[in-house]
């Protein structure tokens, strides 16, 4: 049923559009595939009129028009709930910042604490026969921002899917101006090749899953190699709720082993917040009943994760330290990704009835030629901690995997280094002596 409302969205063009931001204004773009291009280059054309611009985005999958106009960054300031590989070139550049947050809290801080959005403009779906713009596989917390804008702006392009969804689209009587987009295809986020350390890793958590589990998969090669190796072992009755909906994922979908008929909340449904991997992902969800995209607030709350009986939840990290704090956003003062919702699954798999969490990563990594270890003594200094000891559950490198609930210090120390690379186990467990993590004759 089509809603009635006073107000009627009024078509105009992007210069336009673009003419509404005044100096000093916030504007909020809409969020992964909901960022708008048409609006952006139009508003770039401004810079040298304005000043003290401020944008919110999140995960920029393209260059965005206002920042490469602005290299000095004088005109506009880009703030970003989660980076990108681009997000990260900026903030390396000066002129992307990040905002600390759990994923699934940003509608609530929109609705509690935000309250400077003077625009909002997001890329749609072209309007369905109830007058609902569609949000495509981005729900995240569009909703929210639509709530606190003073000016709402739609960019309509024929280019995105049309998903299904709980709160996933805005009516035309919600909306003050729409303007044409450039029906541009979805950006598709590329899948890297699998190692063979990723599939070493897949197939050790994939071991750990039990029929009838009900998944959350990160970003990644590791995560991707979870649904590899789980498609290999046929396992089945699989469910899905997850903040990211990725290829590996709808690669289990297609292969018949999700069909959500032991979740408790949305039986049946592949659930999750957006979606970003390639065009078969794209074309798969689609105008499919099957997938429901909802805003992240409906994904994300470790209260919401835990009434599906064995959730698991599959994330990475960069660094570990012996204790087990997993720094898996930043590189000491450098800032990479982002929290995420890593800490919110941890929390809802860990409350779930025989959840499980499992945080992977390489043993090593090798930069300028030179090869370190990912299992530390000590964080890298000015590393963020995204996982705390405390919440840590299962943790796998390509060479095993431990579990370091109720865990002493002393016996966390020890379990990581077996699975450290063998290169460094000895110095790590001389250096967890020395520092008391493994008392004398321990």
Same mark, same amino acid.
């Given at each position: 049923m089509a809603l009635t409302g006073q107000k009627k969205a009024e078509h105009i063009s992007a210069a336009a559009a673009a003419g509404l931001v005044r100096s000093g204004d916030w504007v909020d773009y809409g969020i992964t595939l909901g960022q708008p291009d048409v609006f952006d280059t139009a508003l770039a054309a401004r810079k040298s009129e304005l000043r003290d611009v401020k944008f919110r985005s999140c995960i920029t999958m393209k260059p965005r028009a206002v920042l490469e106009a602005d290299p000095e960054g004088e005109h506009f300031f880009w703030f970003s709930w989660h980076f990108s590989g681009y997000d990260r070139k900026k903030h390396d550049a000066g002129i992307s910042h990040y905002i600390p947050v759990n994923l699934g809290e940003?509608?609530?801080?929109?609705?509690?604490?935000?309250?400077?959005?003077?625009?909002?403009?997001?890329?749609?779906?072209?309007?369905?026969?109830?007058? @609902?713009?569609?949000?495509?596989?981005?729900?995240?917390?569009?909703?929210?921002?639509?709530?606190?804008?003073?000016?709402?702006?739609?960019?309509?392009?024929?280019?995105?899917?049309?998903?299904?969804?709980?709160?996933?689209?805005?009516?035309?009587?919600?909306?003050?101006?729409?303007?044409?987009g450039d029906d541009a295809p979805a950006a598709e986020l590329p899948n890297l090749p699998l190692t063979d350390v990723d599939r070493a890793v897949g197939q050790l958590i994939a071991a750990e899953i039990e029929d009838g589990s009900c998944l959350q998969v990160g970003i990644g090669g590791m995560p991707n190699a979870v649904c590899a190796a789980l498609i290999e072992s046929g396992i089945g009755n699989l469910g899905i709720h997850s903040e990211m909906l990725t290829d590996g994922m709808v690669d289990l979908y297609r292969s018949g082993q999700v069909t959500g008929s032991a979740k408790t909340t949305h039986k049946g449904k592949v659930v999750y917040s @957006?979606?970003?991997?390639?065009?078969?992902?794209?074309?798969?969800?689609?105008?499919?009943?099957?997938?429901?995209?909802?805003?992240?607030?409906?994904?994300?709350?470790?209260?919401?994760?835990?009434?599906?009986?064995?959730?698991?939840?599959?994330?990475?990290?960069?660094?570990?330290?012996?204790?087990?704090?997993?720094?898996?956003?930043?590189?000491?003062?450098?800032?990479?990704?982002?929290?995420?919702?890593?800490?919110? @699954?941890?929390?809802?798999?860990?409350?779930?009835?025989?959840?499980?969490? @499992?945080?992977?990563?390489?043993?090593?990594?090798?930069?300028?030629?030179?090869?370190?270890?990912?299992?530390?003594?000590?964080?890298?200094?000015g590393n963020v901690v995204t996982t705390p000891r405390s919440d840590m559950m299962y943790v796998v490198t390509e060479y095993g995997i431990v579990n370091l609930k109720g865990k002493s210090v002393a016996d966390r120390a020890k379990a990581l280094i077996s699975i450290a690379h063998p290169d460094y186990r000895e110095g790590l467990e001389r250096e967890a002596r020395d520092n008391r993590l493994i008392p004398k004759g321990y």
């Open positions: 940003i509608p609530d801080y929109y609705r509690r604490f935000i309250d400077r959005v003077a625009v909002a403009v997001i890329k749609v779906c072209p309007p369905d026969e109830d007058g @609902f713009y569609n949000f495509s596989g981005a729900g995240l917390w569009h909703r929210a921002v639509i709530e606190r804008a003073r000016i709402v702006i739609v960019e309509v392009t024929k280019g995105l899917p049309y998903c299904y969804g709980e709160n996933n689209g805005v009516h035309r009587s919600e909306v003050d101006f729409v303007i044409d @957006f979606a970003l991997g390639s065009r078969a992902l794209y074309e798969t969800i689609e105008r499919n009943p099957d997938f429901l995209c909802c805003q992240v607030d409906q994904t994300n709350p470790p209260e919401i994760i835990m009434q599906n009986r064995h959730a698991v939840a599959i994330n990475n990290t960069t660094q570990i330290d012996l204790q087990g704090q997993a720094a898996s956003e930043s590189d000491g003062h450098r800032h990479i990704s982002g929290t995420g919702g890593q800490l919110q @699954f941890v929390r809802g798999a860990y409350a779930s009835p025989g959840g499980k969490s @499992f945080i992977c990563l390489a043993s090593t990594y090798e930069r300028a030629g030179i090869r370190k270890s990912r299992v530390v003594l000590d964080l890298t200094l």
